[in-house]
């Protein structure tokens, strides 16, 4: 069974729109053995930072495998719970929201003064 899935197995991450199946490297294949070696499935909060770095660069390379492409004969290595987080884009500051009436108020403010 170790040799199945260190040969051909795939990884399957839960998402909200249904399980998604990832073909590792052999390298990784084997990492991920050891990652998963006492669970089958694990929550991304309880990797560590290099386990979740790793994951995420795996999920960046787009090695997707399609269900029924050699998927439901692959040995399992292991099952996420989510995706793993992608890194956040660096978005700029929001502006603080002030309430309705405050806006209201400026533009009756400017509508008096013209």
Known sequence: MWLEKLSSGVLRVVTPVGPRYLR??????????????????LPVKVLSSYQ??????LWAENKFVAFGVGVEDAPL???????PAAPAATLPP???????????????????QQ
Do not use: K
């Not at 998963?36 to 499935?41: A, H, L, M, Y």
């Not at 290595?77 to 995706?83: A, I, N």
């Not at 502006?95 to 509508?111: E, H, I, M, Q």
């Open 77 to 83: 290595l292991g099952t996420l719970e989510q995706r």
């Open 52 to 57: 979740q770095r790793m994951l995420e660069s």
């Open 94 to 112: 929001r502006r603080p929201s002030g309430s309705v009436s405050d806006s209201v108020a400026a533009l009756a403010a400017d509508a008096r």
């Open 24 to 41: 590792p490297s052999l390298l990784q294949r084997l990492y991920l053995l050891w990652v998963f070696r006492n669970f089958q499935t």
